[in-house]
């Protein structure tokens, strides 16, 4: 089976002024199969975010390689990794940024007239999805008018909508009370099986952690498993 991200030795390392030199990831090795779906458990400040980003084309590692569905774009430009993002890389965060002039439907058919799809098919594609999360009758509906379970459901159907085949999701449950992030989650989950496309997901929550294929723990900015 094709791994869709592939990263080898990965090191990052912030420079706040000599001596104050912070090792956030050190030679961190990941493989993640097409249609896998991996947990990744670090408590705050540990790295989770940074190599999420470098994973995503975000941010760059000081050393070491990406490879995205068999593609190396560690030293890809700016142009390029922009394009592999919007193809290849769907992004869910805590907190849903849902942009609030626009409704459900629209916040969800912009990606995809940036990725050069039409009108018509972005529309359809965004109903097609808001569906599938039980929000149909909520496409009208501005972030401000829905609530937080609803408003982080548009977020995954925003990140599905370019059809991506890795999903990067950080924290996506963690700003929702227990009852809601597990339904979100299910969620979420349904939609990742359903399409067959590879995730790596960032949570404190262990118990989602553990419903997962896999859990990955940073331990001194080094990957360890579960």
């Given at each position: 089976?094709?791994?869709?991200?592939?990263?080898?030795?990965?090191?990052?390392?912030?420079?706040?002024?000599?001596?104050?030199?912070?090792?956030?990831?050190?030679?961190?090795?990941?493989?993640?199969?097409?249609?896998?779906?991996?947990?990744?458990?670090?408590?705050?400040?540990?790295?989770?975010?940074?190599?999420?980003?470098?994973?995503?084309?975000?941010?760059?590692?000081?050393?070491?390689?990406?490879?995205?569905?068999?593609?190396?774009?560690?030293?890809?430009?700016?142009?390029?990794?922009?394009?592999?993002?919007?193809?290849?890389?769907?992004?869910?965060?805590?907190?849903?940024?849902?942009?609030?002039?626009?409704?459900?439907?629209?916040?969800?058919?912009?990606?995809?007239?940036?990725?050069?799809?039409?009108?018509?098919?972005?529309?359809?594609?965004?109903?097609?999805?808001?569906?599938?999360?039980?929000?149909?009758?909520?496409?009208?509906?501005?972030?401000?008018?829905?609530s937080g379970g609803e408003a982080q459901r548009v977020a995954f159907c925003r990140a599905m909508a370019n059809k991506p085949t890795l999903l990067l999701a950080d924290e996506p449950t963690g700003n929702l009370d227990p009852k809601t992030s597990d339904?979100?989650?299910?969620?979420?989950?349904?939609?990742?099986?359903?399409?067959?496309?590879?995730?790596?997901?960032?949570?404190?929550?262990?118990?989602?952690?553990?419903?997962?294929?896999?859990?990955?723990?940073?331990?001194?900015?080094?990957?360890?498993?579960?």
């Open positions: 089976m094709n791994n869709t991200l592939d990263l080898n030795s990965i090191s990052k390392t912030y420079n706040q002024g000599k001596p104050s030199e912070i090792s956030v990831l050190r030679d961190v090795t990941l493989q993640i199969k097409a249609g896998e779906v991996v947990a990744l458990v670090a408590p705050s400040g540990a790295g989770k975010s940074t190599l999420l980003h470098i994973a995503g084309l975000l941010d760059t590692a000081d050393s070491g390689t990406v490879r995205l569905n068999d593609q190396d774009l560690s030293a890809a430009n700016d142009k390029r990794r922009t394009q592999a993002r919007r193809q290849d890389v769907g992004f869910i965060y805590q907190f849903h940024h849902l942009l609030p002039e626009f409704s459900a439907l629209e916040n969800i058919v912009l990606p995809q007239l940036a990725n050069g799809v039409a009108q018509t098919a972005a529309e359809a594609r965004a109903r097609d999805l808001l569906a599938k999360v039980g929000l149909a009758a909520r496409a009208d509906h501005r972030p401000s008018e829905l339904q979100v989650f299910a969620v979420l989950m349904d939609i990742v099986r359903e399409t067959g496309l590879s995730a790596l997901i960032a949570t404190h929550n262990l118990e989602l952690a553990h419903r997962m294929d896999r859990v990955l723990r940073l331990d001194g900015g080094r990957l360890v498993s579960e």
